[in-house]
């Protein structure tokens, strides 16, 4: 009887050791290496003359596709003393999980090869949210002025997906829109220099 009841507690602490991670820690993990992949950057908002400018860099990336939809950045201050806030309004374009697209309709329309920062990274449930942000101007509507330019990609992950915190697999469906460079260094201009480290 004692050797069974040892077989069993020894059985039971292999077992913790060698189980996998529970759903809850590998959501975590899957945040932490989204986090770490698409470093969020910062954005001028307060001074007119800068506004919309990248002040601290994160993770740059550059959009894989063609057509992409987004809406102008602009701020808003609710009076005189108010602070400026950025008005988060982003043209929303979905990719599901068998790869099809479903995609908001925007005044802009972003081509291959645009630069963007991310602002927001997220996983919220079982989709992954990047709010994005051109790294400078892009074409306005029609006779306009070039535009800072505002999108929240969204990506649908499988449960099994989320529950294994298989962040390589996310990663890879997100590079297929959002090409990602290791090698990248870029710094804010006009500032102190704020580096993305290589």
Not at 140 to 165: H, I, K, L, M, Q
Request: proline share 8%.
């Amino acid at each position: 009887m004692k050797t069974v009841v040892i077989g069993l507690l020894v059985g039971s602490v292999l077992g913790a050791w060698t189980s996998p991670m529970s759903g809850a820690d590998a959501q975590d993990s899957l945040r932490d290496a989204l986090y770490r992949r698409f470093q969020p950057s910062r954005i001028e908002v307060a001074n007119p003359a800068r506004r919309g400018m990248v002040t601290r860099y994160g993770q740059l990336l550059v959009l894989s596709v063609e057509g992409v939809p987004a809406k102008p950045f602009h701020v808003m201050q609710a009076n005189p003393k108010a602070p400026v806030s950025h008005v988060m309004d982003f043209a929303r374009i979905e990719v599901k999980a068998d790869g099809s697209i479903q995609a908001e309709l925007g005044p802009l329309t972003l081509t291959k090869g645009t630069s963007l920062v991310v602002l927001e990274v997220a996983l919220k449930g079982l989709r992954v949210h990047l709010l994005t942000h051109t790294a400078s101007p892009v074409a306005g509507p029609p006779g306009g002025a070039r535009v800072y330019g505002c999108t929240e990609f969204v990506f649908d992950v499988e449960p099994d997906v989320v529950s294994a915190g298989r962040a390589d697999l996310v990663i890879e469906r997100i590079e297929r829109w959002l090409a990602w460079t290791s090698g990248q260094r870029v710094c804010a201009p006009g500032i102190d220099p704020l580096c993305l480290e290589p």
